[in-house]
Structures are given as structure tokens and as C-alpha cells.
């Protein structure tokens, strides 16, 4: 599914009307048949929808029309001067003049009553007042027609955008609707991968309204919206003359005193998510109270980094960094393996953080490197603050891969992989999953795949869609999910996911 902004969305429109001369009223139709598809007209009866005079009001004039078509009970509101209406919006607004429905006009606090009457009268409000253009903060009677909404509604359903937020970067433009659903156009809107719209959203579906593939894939930045199809076709499939050597070999380097459960976790995680063959390579210290804990995984114990040398060179993946400690030796494994390695480096946890003042070590490494930082790592790797991360995520991670030539995997709500030409964004997983070693989990799935076969990207993309998708599975009978939870349903999220 790919993500859009603003300036995407308005590129396309204007090639389809000016290059193919589709008329915008054409789209404008399109656009308010999806919406009507997404109401539940025979339980629903009455309707209020607030307009405004762009394009996005024109959406909500000819929702009104179908809707007076189905003999529903219909109120539209107008915020603004009709004069100041759009073209297209118009010529929707006249036909429903031309069919006697009264549109009553928001343009002071003497409307306002009947305003909210209408609305707590009303099963459904659709909200189609400021569409994706919108980039400045809203005016004072914007501001209260949406604070009214808001408080007076049962149920709202925003066309392509809740009004008031940016499209590109989920901005609040002083006051926004709060959405029970957004039905979307083309494109998933940027902006609602920021961590604040979703209060603002609701449920967000993505609808076609018929502009030509060619014409997106003119515009389009690369930037996508993991689907349950896009990993489906990720996963490898297992033919029935496979062995344990067809699914690849994975070293795990991690664990010190103290911190043997990221050692474990992230070595299971690796097991159980479908590797032929997993090594845990740690201290000598701790090596007997890690090798109780396996049955699958092997096991050995290191005093010196040179000790590591014959299992770094069969290793098809490495695995490094939970658990081993924030230190010199630390980085020395990391050069190490940079080295003398042949096969895929993935970094987390400590070995991100012995890295954030040597960022050199990685930048003319000849190994494909997927670093997997929350928030927190990204802000020393970058020097940036982690509020400034937090809101500008796809930006941060996208720069810093394309500097450093690694994957970057930005955990949190809505996780960003990319390698600096491509993102992708994360739809699954939640809150219950909050909890430590879910990132050591995440590490050895990603691990996992890659030894399978699948290219760096493509199994970081996977890898965090499994690991959400078994969240969002577990939680739904769960208060809370760790990882030892996420590494026994591992199998079988991966199986359904497959099919």
C-alpha cells in the first residue's frame, strides 16, 4: 500500500485532469461513492455532513446526493461564503440546490445552534470540511465548527482526511476532528504515520477513486504500508527435499553476567521462527546457564574475540549485541565480524550503542548491516532529541540509512524499515507488547529470515510485520504479551501467514 503527501496527492490530481483530461468532477463522484460504500445504510437514517468550499466540501455534496437518493434523511451544512466554492464543488452544490435539499450556511455563532442540533439528531456525520491541501492553522470559526463536531457527534466518518490535521505530517492545525473512520483516497496519507493522528483517525481505509497506476507510480516516493500480501510473498516456502543446511546457519553473539535472557530470547526467537541452524556464541562465564536453557540451539563459550573466527566465517547471518554490554569488547566483535564475516550483520540493543560515537567502523563495511534502534538508540545515533525523532520518523530513518549504507528498523508504533530509497512502514502490533526483550525477539526473527533466503529488506519488513501480527493475535485474550509469548507462537503466525 503506498503512503503519500500532500504534494503527491495534488501532482496526480492535476495530471489526471490537465494531461488525461479526466474532469475533477469525475473524480469528485468516484470519491463520494467510496465513502457511501463505507456507510451502513440500511442501519444508518440520518445523516449530517459539514462541508467546506474546497474540494473536499464537492466530496461531501455528492455523498449527500446518494445518500437523499436512498431516501435517507439528509442535513448539509456549508462552513464559509458560497461564493468562495470551488468549481467542481459547485456543481454538486447546485444539484443539490436543484433537488430541494436546504443547505444551511455556517458563518457565525448564531448558526452554530442549529449546527449542534443537527448533529445530536444525526446516527452519522461526515465531515468533509478541509481536505489534504490544508498547511496553515485553522480560523477561529473553523475552530469552533470542529470543536462542535466533535463534542456533539455519534458517530463521524472524515472524507480523506480529518479536517484540520496536515495530510504530511499529521500536524494539528489547531483543532482537528476526532474520526471514527477516515476514508482515504490513492494513497495512506504521511501524516498518519505520526504518533498523535491516530487519536484523530479512527479506523483508516484506503480507496481508489480511478487514477491510473501510472499516474501514482509517476509520483511516488517508494514509501509503503506493509500489507499481509506483500509478506506472504516474503516467506520462504519449504519444499518437501529441503533439509536443516536449505534454511541457513545463524551465530547469535550476545549475553553477559547479568544478562542472559537477551541472549536467550533473541537465539530462540531465531529457532522458532524457522533457521536450519542457531549457534549462541557468549561468555564462557555464563555459557552453562545458557546451554541448560536449549534444546534446539547450540551453544560455546569465548574468552577472546579470536575464538569466534570459525563460527563467524559459516555464519550466513549474524545476530549481535543484546545483552553484551555497552563496552570497548563490544565494538571489538563488531569489527571483528566486519572483518572476517561473510554473511548478514544485524545489530541491536548494546552493539547499537558502542556504535553511536563510531558510526566509521559500519560506513565502508562490504556486509549487509540492518541496524534495529528504538527511539532512545536512534537519538544517540543521530544526536537528534527523541520528541524531534518521534515526529519526523520516516525522515530521520530514511537520511541515516542512505548516509550510513545500512537498513535501518525505527521500532515503535508504526515500525520504519527502509534502506534509504524504500520505506516501508509497520501496521501491526500494540501496547500489550510493551515490555522488555521484545526488541532481542524481533532481532532473531529478522535473523531467521534472512538465513532462509530472503533479502535483507524484504525479511526486515516480514520480521516486523510477524512480530506484530502475533502481538495483535495474543492480545486479543491477553492484558499483557512478552516475548517468551511471542517466541511460542512464532510457528504457527508464520504458518497462517503463509497461506
Same mark, same amino acid.
Given at each position: 500500500?503506498?503512503?503519500?503527501?500532500?504534494?503527491? =496527492?495534488?501532482?496526480?490530481?492535476?495530471?489526471?485532469? /490537465?494531461?488525461?483530461?479526466?474532469?475533477?468532477?469525475?473524480?469528485m463522484e468516484n470519491a463520494a461513492l467510496q465513502v457511501v460504500k463505507h456507510l451502513q445504510t440500511d442501519i444508518d437514517n440520518k445523516y449530517c455532513l459539514v462541508c467546506g468550499c474546497g474540494n473536499n466540501g464537492g466530496d461531501g455534496f455528492a455523498i449527500a446526493r446518494h445518500l437523499k437518493a436512498l431516501d435517507k434523511g439528509?442535513?448539509?451544512?456549508?462552513?464559509? &461564503?458560497?461564493?468562495?466554492?470551488? %468549481?467542481?464543488?459547485?456543481?454538486?452544490?447546485?444539484?443539490?440546490?436543484?433537488?430541494?435539499?436546504?443547505?444551511?450556511?455556517?458563518? &457565525?455563532?448564531?448558526?452554530?445552534?442549529? $449546527?449542534?442540533? @443537527?448533529?445530536?439528531?444525526?446516527?452519522?456525520?461526515?465531515? @468533509?470540511?478541509?481536505?489534504?491541501?490544508l498547511t496553515r492553522n485553522i480560523d477561529e470559526l473553523y475552530d469552533s465548527v470542529i470543536s462542535i463536531i466533535n463534542e456533539n457527534s455519534k458517530y463521524i466518518v472524515s472524507v480523506d482526511i480529518p479536517s484540520g490535521m496536515d495530510s504530511s505530517t499529521g500536524e494539528i492545525k489547531g483543532n482537528a476532528i476526532k474520526a471514527?473512520? !477516515?476514508? !482515504?483516497?490513492? =494513497?495512506?496519507?504521511? +501524516?498518519?504515520?505520526?504518533?498523535?493522528?491516530?487519536?484523530?483517525?479512527?479506523?483508516?481505509?484506503?480507496?481508489?477513486?480511478?487514477?491510473?497506476?501510472?499516474?501514482?507510480?509517476?509520483?511516488?516516493?517508494? /514509501?509503503? $504500508?506493509?500489507?499481509?500480501?506483500?509478506?506472504?510473498?516474503?516467506?520462504?516456502?519449504?519444499?518437501? *527435499?529441503?533439509?536443516? +543446511? %536449505?534454511?541457513?546457519?545463524?551465530?547469535?553473539?550476545?549475553?553477559?553476567?547479568?544478562?542472559?535472557? #537477551?541472549?536467550?530470547?533473541? !537465539?530462540?526467537?531465531?529457532?522458532? %521462527?524457522?533457521?536450519?541452524?542457531?549457534? $549462541?556464541?557468549?561468555?564462557?562465564?555464563?555459557?552453562?546457564?545458557? #546451554?541448560?536453557?536449549?534444546?534446539?540451539?547450540?551453544? *560455546?563459550?569465548?574468552?577472546?574475540?579470536?575464538?569466534? $573466527?570459525?563460527?563467524?566465517?559459516?555464519?550466513?547471518?549474524?545476530?549481535?549485541?543484546?545483552?553484551?554490554?555497552?563496552?570497548?569488547?563490544? =565494538?571489538?566483535?563488531i569489527k571483528f565480524v566486519l572483518d572476517n564475516g561473510k554473511g548478514t550483520l544485524v545489530i541491536d540493543a548494546d552493539g547499537i550503542n558502542v556504535l553511536s560515537e563510531n558510526l566509521d567502523v559500519i560506513k565502508d563495511s562490504n556486509l549487509p548491516i540492518i541496524l534495529t534502534p528504538h527511539p532512545g538508540e536512534m537519538a544517540?545515533?543521530?544526536? =537528534?532529541?527523541?520528541?524531534?525523532?518521534? /515526529?519526523?520518523?520516516?525522515?530521520?530513518?530514511?537520511?541515516?540509512?542512505?548516509?550510513?549504507?545500512?537498513?535501518?528498523?525505527?521500532?515503535?508504533?508504526?515500525?520504519?524499515?527502509?534502506?534509504?530509497?524504500?520505506?516501508?512502514?509497520?501496521?501491526?502490533?500494540?501496547?500489550?507488547?510493551?515490555?522488555? +526483550?521484545?526488541?532481542?525477539?524481533? !532481532?532473531?526473527?529478522?535473523?531467521?529470515?534472512?538465513?532462509? +533466503?530472503?533479502?535483507?529488506?524484504?525479511?526486515?519488513?516480514? %520480521?516486523?510485520?510477524?512480530?506484530? *501480527?502475533?502481538?495483535?493475535?495474543?492480545?486479543?485474550?491477553?492484558?499483557?504479551? &512478552?516475548?517468551?509469548?511471542?517466541?511460542?507462537?512464532?510457528? *504457527?503466525?508464520?504458518?497462517?501467514?503463509?497461506?
Amino acid at each position: 500500500m503506498k503512503i503519500g503527501t500532500a504534494e503527491i =496527492l495534488r501532482n496526480m490530481d492535476n495530471y489526471c485532469i /490537465e494531461e488525461l483530461k479526466i474532469p475533477g468532477i469525475v473524480l469528485m463522484e468516484n470519491a463520494a461513492l467510496q465513502v457511501v460504500k463505507h456507510l451502513q445504510t440500511d442501519i444508518d437514517n440520518k445523516y449530517c455532513l459539514v462541508c467546506g468550499c474546497g474540494n473536499n466540501g464537492g466530496d461531501g455534496f455528492a455523498i449527500a446526493r446518494h445518500l437523499k437518493a436512498l431516501d435517507k434523511g439528509v442535513e448539509v451544512f456549508l462552513i464559509g &461564503n458560497s461564493s468562495k466554492l470551488s %468549481s467542481d464543488s459547485r456543481v454538486n452544490y447546485e444539484i443539490l440546490k436543484n433537488m430541494g435539499i436546504k443547505i444551511q450556511k455556517i458563518s &457565525n455563532v448564531e448558526d452554530f445552534t442549529i $449546527l449542534r442540533d @443537527s448533529l445530536q439528531h444525526s446516527d452519522i456525520i461526515i465531515d @468533509s470540511v478541509l481536505g489534504t491541501g490544508l498547511t496553515r492553522n485553522i480560523d477561529e470559526l473553523y475552530d469552533s465548527v470542529i470543536s462542535i463536531i466533535n463534542e456533539n457527534s455519534k458517530y463521524i466518518v472524515s472524507v480523506d482526511i480529518p479536517s484540520g490535521m496536515d495530510s504530511s505530517t499529521g500536524e494539528i492545525k489547531g483543532n482537528a476532528i476526532k474520526a471514527h473512520k !477516515t476514508v !482515504t483516497f490513492e =494513497l495512506y496519507k504521511r +501524516g498518519f504515520i505520526n504518533y498523535k493522528s491516530h487519536k484523530h483517525t479512527g479506523e483508516i481505509v484506503v480507496e481508489s477513486i480511478g487514477v491510473p497506476k501510472n499516474v501514482i507510480n509517476l509520483y511516488h516516493k517508494k /514509501e509503503f $504500508l506493509t500489507t499481509q500480501e506483500d509478506v506472504r510473498k516474503i516467506i520462504p516456502k519449504r519444499d518437501k *527435499f529441503s533439509h536443516k +543446511g %536449505s534454511f541457513g546457519r545463524v551465530l547469535v553473539i550476545a549475553g553477559s553476567e547479568g544478562y542472559t535472557g #537477551a541472549a536467550y530470547i533473541t !537465539t530462540e526467537s531465531a529457532v522458532r %521462527s524457522g533457521a536450519g541452524l542457531v549457534t $549462541l556464541a557468549c561468555n564462557k562465564k555464563i555459557q552453562h546457564i545458557l #546451554a541448560a536453557k536449549f534444546v534446539e540451539a547450540m551453544t *560455546f563459550g569465548y574468552d577472546h574475540v579470536n575464538e569466534l $573466527l570459525d563460527a563467524v566465517k559459516k555464519a550466513d547471518v549474524i545476530a549481535l549485541g543484546p545483552g553484551l554490554g555497552s563496552n570497548g569488547e563490544t =565494538l571489538d566483535i563488531i569489527k571483528f565480524v566486519l572483518d572476517n564475516g561473510k554473511g548478514t550483520l544485524v545489530i541491536d540493543a548494546d552493539g547499537i550503542n558502542v556504535l553511536s560515537e563510531n558510526l566509521d567502523v559500519i560506513k565502508d563495511s562490504n556486509l549487509p548491516i540492518i541496524l534495529t534502534p528504538h527511539p532512545g538508540e536512534m537519538a544517540r545515533l543521530t544526536d =537528534l532529541g527523541i520528541e524531534y525523532i518521534n /515526529e519526523n520518523r520516516m525522515d530521520v530513518a530514511k537520511n541515516f540509512a542512505k548516509e550510513n549504507s545500512v537498513i535501518i528498523v525505527l521500532k515503535g508504533y508504526n515500525t520504519i524499515i527502509t534502506d534509504g530509497e524504500k520505506v516501508y512502514v509497520n501496521p501491526t502490533g500494540n501496547s500489550t507488547m510493551a515490555s522488555g +526483550g521484545m526488541g532481542d525477539c524481533l !532481532t532473531g526473527i529478522i535473523a531467521s529470515l534472512v538465513a532462509q +533466503g530472503c533479502e535483507a529488506l524484504e525479511a526486515s519488513c516480514a %520480521s516486523v510485520y510477524i512480530h506484530g *501480527f502475533a502481538g495483535d493475535k495474543l492480545s486479543k485474550n491477553m492484558h499483557n504479551v &512478552n516475548a517468551e509469548h511471542i517466541i511460542e507462537e512464532l510457528p *504457527f503466525t508464520i504458518k497462517e501467514l503463509e497461506i
